[in-house]
Every structure is written in structure tokens, then in C-alpha cells.
Nanobody, 116 residues
Framework: QARLTESGGGLVEAGASLTLSCVAS????????MGWFRQGPGKERTFVAS????????YYSDSVDGRFTVSRDNAKNTVYLQMNNLIPADTGVFYC?????????WGQGTQVTVSS
């Protein structure tokens, strides 16, 4: 059974950094592209960043490009999201997603709150 478990969220001040982790189990990790999404208070879930199975390709939303870095360690079945220079608009629940063709798996999310 596929399972994604996020961790690393918390309450920080604007300008701080956080690193989120997402550990996958029950899937062949290298078959999956991985992504991070954010759901702000009262808002829809939106794309943040993604990375191909071999880390060759990465993509970012305009709002985080240059501040966030997505990476993965296939030996540890883990994807990371390094978040620098956090701003209050980054506040939300961060979810990781595994995608292989049309098959998607989601984690339960980790809360990130950025105070001004």
C-alpha cells in the first residue's frame, strides 16, 4: 500500500528557512515524479514544485522560484523542499504527491505558518 509521510513543518518568522521531507513507502520510488503543493487557509491546493524521477528536471511556481529548492534522494525514498526567505503568503498545509502516468498518491500534509 502506497504511503507518503511529510514532516518538517512549523511556525517560523518571515525570512526564516524550513526544509520539508516526504518519505514514500509501498511504491517503487524511482517510477514516480514527485511534487509539492500548498493549500492556504480557505484556498485551493496549488502547485509549488516538482522533480523528475532522476532529478534531471525541476519545476517551480512563479511565487517560489528562486526561494525554494526541490530535491530527492532515491536511496532514501525521500523528496525534500528547502524553503528560504519565507513570507506570510507561504503559510498553508504542504502536501507531497507521487505521480506515475495517471496514478497519483498524496501525503497527509504538514503545516507551515509564517508570521510577519
Amino acid at each position: 500500500q502506497a504511503r507518503l509521510t511529510e514532516s518538517g513543518g512549523g511556525l517560523v518568522e518571515a525570512g526564516a528557512s524550513l526544509t520539508l521531507s516526504c518519505v514514500a513507502s509501498g511504491i517503487t520510488f524511482t517510477n514516480y515524479a514527485m511534487g509539492w503543493f500548498r493549500q492556504g487557509p480557505g484556498k485551493e491546493r496549488t502547485f509549488v514544485a516538482s522533480i523528475s524521477w532522476n532529478s534531471v528536471s525541476t519545476y517551480y511556481s512563479d511565487s517560489v522560484d528562486g526561494r525554494f529548492t526541490v530535491s530527492r534522494d532515491n536511496a532514501k525514498n525521500t523528496v525534500y523542499l528547502q524553503m528560504n526567505n519565507l513570507i506570510p503568503a507561504d503559510t498553508g498545509v504542504f502536501y507531497c504527491k507521487a505521480r506515475c502516468f495517471s496514478q497519483d498518491y498524496w501525503g497527509q500534509g504538514t503545516q507551515v505558518t509564517v508570521s510577519s
